[in-house]
Each structure stands twice: as C-alpha cells, then as structure tokens.
C-alpha cells in the first residue's frame, strides 16, 4: 500500500533536517529550525511504519527470506550513498590539492580522515567505532537504518508464531522501542550529556531503532483506519493543529531528553493520523505535485544536501570572496542567498541520481527478487508433481 501523504511528510523531514544544518554555524536563529535535527526520528518512524506494512507478511509467512530482504533494502540505500560518497573523495581531494597548490581553505585535513571514509563506506558509523562523524556525516542514519532492518527481520522470525494476534507484537515493539530510549538516556547521564538528538556519533544505532520499533508498534495499532473524511473544514482543523503541536514541541525541545521523546511521540500521532483519510488543507498540501516530488527524491536530497552546501559555501568564500564567520561559513545577508541557491541545487542533483540511480536499481532489485521468487515456486510445483 502507498501512503503519498507519509510520502510527503518524509520530505518535510528531510527540507528540516537540511535547514537545521544550513542554519547551525550561525546559532539559535530560530527555534524551529535549530532544533530540526530530531526530524531524522521522524525518518526512523516512518521507515518502520512502511517497511512492516511492506514486508510483515511476506518474511513471516517466509515468501522472501534474509538475503533477498536484506538484498531489496540494501539496493534501495546503498547504491546512491555509494555515488555520492565518492564525489565526497573528489571534493576532499580537491580542497587538499587547492591548500597545498594555491593556499586556498586549510591545508591540513587530518588522518584522521582515512578510517571515518570506511566507516562511511561500509555504513557502520551508526556504531561510534572512532566516535567521530565526518565525511558525509547524514548517513549515520542509514547505518542506524540498516541496523533497524536487521533488527525487524529478527524480530519477526522470533516472534511469528504471535503473528495471528497484533497485540503481543505490538507490545514487543514498544518494549523494544522504550527499552532502546532508555538505555540512550541511560547512556546520556553516564556522558553527562542526555539528550536525545546528539546520540548519534556513538550509538546512533540505538536511536534507529528505536524509532523504527516506535513505527512497527504503529503500523500493527494502524490508527489511520479510523481516520475518515468528516468534511474539509474539521479535518483542515484537526490536521492543522496536530501539525502546530508538532512543530511547537520542537522548537521548545531544545536538550531535554525528555522533550525529544514527546516530540517523536508526537510524530508518532502526526503519522498515524495521515495514514487515514483525511483530506483537510494540509491532506490537500502534501498530496500536490511539489510535496509528492519533494518526498520522492528526499532520501536523495537528505544524502546530498551537506556536500552542496559546502561546495556553495566554498564558491562564495574563495572564488566569489565573501567574507565568513568564525565557522568559516559566509557571513551577513549572504548566507540567505547561500542556502537558497544550495536548496535548489541540491534539488536538482537528487533528481539526477533518483532518476538515473535510485529509482532504476529500486525496480531492478524487485525485478531480481519477483523472478527467483517465481524460479522457486515453479521448482517446488515441478518436485509435486
């Protein structure tokens, strides 16, 4: 089944995730923004939603088994993180020969660079193994992602034999959802640091999971079967202020562990909501062209968007000669036009690699499975008779 509005709303992620890190060097410039960095768990919830209402059935009943699940989610994640890593090590390279020939930007770029780049490759940087994030520092979350999967595949064989009845599954998700939240805040006060969104570098993992298992206990409650039309103007209504709570428990989110958790909550409600039919002003929204596009090429977008920045960044310090701030991004009004030329063209490389990447080994990746799939089934009719 295809939710256009989750499809939609996983693109608001990603333009807030995206904001949070084009406004960050400059500090708290907004509320909401500054705090944007929890729509990545809205990323983790959704994916559980969608990947247990996609995959629940077939992998219990053991249609498709681990390799070809973990076949279809690595070619979905992996192929445009691989293309876009290596033009990562292109603009490295580049700002390391440019330092050394022209003294331009700085020329010492640390070893420390070496080992983060097979973090980076491998995705294994959801783990805190060298406990720092560089490169393309976003994709932490595809390795938290991949843990996820790893995780519900498990999760599902273990407990198959619950499956005629969704409420023991139900509460092994939220036990599995609750328990990660609490032991990241366990981790927290141990660090002396309990917040929610900076368990990343080091347990990332955690964070994933916990989220995705937030997502599976709400697609087996599935509320949005409840949620039908009750006119345009109640549900614009209804719509509008789950969306303001939303957005105003992030912005006042800040480092309270405590409010990032009842902001994914929150997102927790948002998503269950537009699962339904409602068709209010914000149904309406999320269901046009720009928002649906948007959603489609976000997974893109989310991986590319840092990249873009800095080059963008780059241009208007060394070629254009903007002054910068002491975070060595540009300062004064410059860094509107900055992050306005970076979102558009971040815009259209997505579109590139969603066209010619993502979207073509999606298909191919379903095509391979539906095919052995069907080898299979003709062998087994083939050995009965």
């Given at each position: 089944?295809?939710?256009?509005?989750?499809n939609?709303?996983?693109?608001?992620?990603?333009?807030?995730?995206?904001?949070?890190?084009?406004?960050?060097?400059?500090?708290?410039?907004?509320?909401?923004i500054?705090?944007?960095?929890?729509?990545?768990?809205?990323?983790f919830?959704?994916?559980?939603f969608?990947?247990?209402?996609?995959?629940?059935?077939?992998?219990?009943?053991?249609?498709?088994?681990?390799?070809?699940f973990?076949f279809?989610?690595?070619?979905?994640?992996?192929?445009?993180?691989?293309?876009?890593?290596?033009?990562?090590?292109?603009f490295?390279?580049?700002?390391?020969?440019?330092?050394?020939r022209?003294?331009?930007?700085?020329?010492?770029?640390?070893n420390?660079?070496?080992?983060?780049?097979?973090?980076?490759?491998f995705?294994?940087?959801?783990?805190?193994?060298?406990?720092?994030l560089?490169?393309?520092?976003?994709?932490?979350?595809?390795?938290?992602?991949?843990?996820?999967?790893?995780?519900?595949?498990?999760?599902?064989?273990?407990f198959?034999?619950?499956?005629?009845?969704?409420?023991?599954?139900?509460?092994?998700?939220?036990?599995?959802s609750?328990?990660?939240?609490?032991?990241?805040?366990?981790?927290?006060?141990?660090?002396?640091?309990?917040?929610?969104?900076?368990?990343?570098?080091?347990?990332?993992?955690?964070?994933?999971a916990?989220?995705?298992?937030?997502?599976?206990?709400?697609?087996?409650?599935?509320?949005?079967?409840?949620?039908?039309?009750?006119?345009?103007l109640?549900?614009?209504?209804?719509?509008?202020?789950?969306?303001?709570?939303?957005?105003?428990?992030?912005?006042?989110?800040?480092?309270?562990?405590?409010?990032?958790?009842?902001?994914?909550?929150a997102?927790v409600?948002?998503?269950?909501?537009?699962?339904?039919?409602?068709?209010?002003?914000?149904?309406?929204f999320?269901?046009?062209?720009?928002?649906?596009?948007?959603?489609?090429?976000?997974?893109?977008?989310?991986?590319?968007?840092?990249?873009?920045?800095?080059?963008?960044?780059?241009?208007?310090?060394?070629?254009?000669?903007f002054?910068?701030?002491?975070?060595?991004?540009?300062?004064?009004?410059?860094?509107?036009?900055?992050?306005?030329?970076?979102?558009?063209?971040?815009?259209?490389?997505?579109?590139?690699?969603?066209?010619?990447?993502?979207?073509?080994?999606?298909?191919w990746?379903?095509?391979?499975?539906?095919?052995?799939?069907?080898?299979?089934?003709?062998?087994?009719?083939?050995?009965?008779?």
């Open positions: 089944m295809y939710y256009s509005k989750l939609a709303l996983r693109g608001a992620a990603a333009f807030f995730v995206a904001a949070f890190h084009y406004i960050l060097p400059y500090g708290a410039l907004n509320s909401l500054y705090n944007s960095a929890i729509f990545v768990d809205l990323f919830v959704l994916s559980g969608v990947i247990y209402k996609g995959y629940q059935q077939s992998v219990s009943d053991r249609v498709i088994n681990a390799g070809q973990a279809l989610r690595l070619a979905r994640l992996y192929p445009v993180h691989f293309v876009i890593l290596l033009v990562w090590l292109m490295i390279g580049g700002k390391i020969l440019v330092a050394s022209f003294g331009l930007g700085d020329p010492q770029y640390e420390t660079l070496v080992w983060p780049f097979f973090e980076n490759l995705l294994i940087n959801a783990y805190g193994i060298s406990g720092e560089q490169w393309n520092y976003p994709t932490w979350s595809v390795s938290a992602e991949l843990f996820a999967y790893l995780a519900f595949f498990i999760f599902l064989i273990v198959r034999k619950a499956g005629d009845s969704a409420r023991p599954l139900v509460f092994h998700a939220v036990l599995i609750v328990s990660c939240y609490l032991a990241l805040y366990v981790i927290g006060l141990y660090e002396k640091h309990p917040t929610l969104v900076y368990r990343h570098a080091s347990f990332g993992f955690l964070r994933g916990a989220g995705f298992f937030a997502g599976v206990a709400l697609a087996q409650l599935d509320p949005g079967r409840f949620v039908k039309r009750r006119g345009f109640k549900d614009t209504l209804a719509e509008a202020g789950l969306v303001a709570i939303a957005l105003w428990l992030v912005s006042i989110s800040n480092d309270s562990f405590v409010l990032q958790v009842v902001t994914v909550a997102f409600v948002v998503i269950g909501f537009f699962s339904g039919l409602s068709q209010g002003l914000v149904s309406r999320l269901d046009g062209r720009a928002m649906q596009y948007f959603g489609r090429i976000s997974y893109s977008f989310y991986l590319w968007h840092v990249i873009v920045y800095l080059f963008m960044t780059d241009v208007f310090q060394f070629v254009l000669g002054e910068t701030n002491a975070e060595n991004h540009v300062a004064g009004e410059a860094k509107w036009l900055v992050m306005g030329l970076s979102f558009t063209a971040t815009c259209i490389v997505s579109t590139i690699t969603f066209r010619l990447i993502e979207e073509p080994v999606r298909l990746s379903k095509k391979v499975v539906r095919n052995r799939l069907r080898i299979r089934r003709g062998s087994g009719e083939l050995e009965a008779a």
